[in-house]
Structures are given as C-alpha cells and as structure tokens.
C-alpha cells in the first residue's frame, strides 16, 4: 500500500519514480550492520554525523515489518 501511494504521489505531480531494490541475503545485512555499528563506537559521537547504533532486537523487528516488494513493483533489482 505505501509504496503504491508514494508512486502515485510522483506520478500524479509528473516526478519520474523509480524503486531500486537491493536483495541482500540476510547473513550479509547482519554482517554489515555489524561492521556500521563497530564503525559508529569507534567513532564515537564526535564523527559530525547523525547516526544511530541499531541493536539486534530492533534489526529483527525492523525485519518483521518489512515486506519484500513483488516482481512488478521493482523497477532495479541489485542481488549482493
């Protein structure tokens, strides 16, 4: 539904859209955020970035809401 609406939104006001997807298996998005969350401690606060450490339990409830997009909704697949 909310990606229907956010196309319809561009296209009613003529604002080319297009949904790249990234189908990153899920070993590899928890080694990443991983990787950005041991980046963000050693960098501390003082990196002049806004960021925010994403703990394991909010990765899993994050991961239950999202629903993969269909075939037809995709206009860019990039596998990783």
Request: glycine share 6%.
């Amino acid at each position: 539904k909310e990606r229907d609406a956010a196309r319809q939104y561009f296209r009613s006001r003529g604002i080319p859209m297009e949904l790249h997807y990234f189908a990153v298996p899920e070993d590899i998005r928890r080694m990443r955020l991983e990787q950005r969350n041991k980046a963000l401690e050693e960098a501390g606060s003082g990196n002049g970035k806004k960021a925010y450490y994403i703990e394991e339990n909010l990765r899993q409830k994050l991961d239950r809401k999202f629903e993969e997009p269909s075939a037809d909704e995709i206009d860019v697949c990039i596998k990783g």
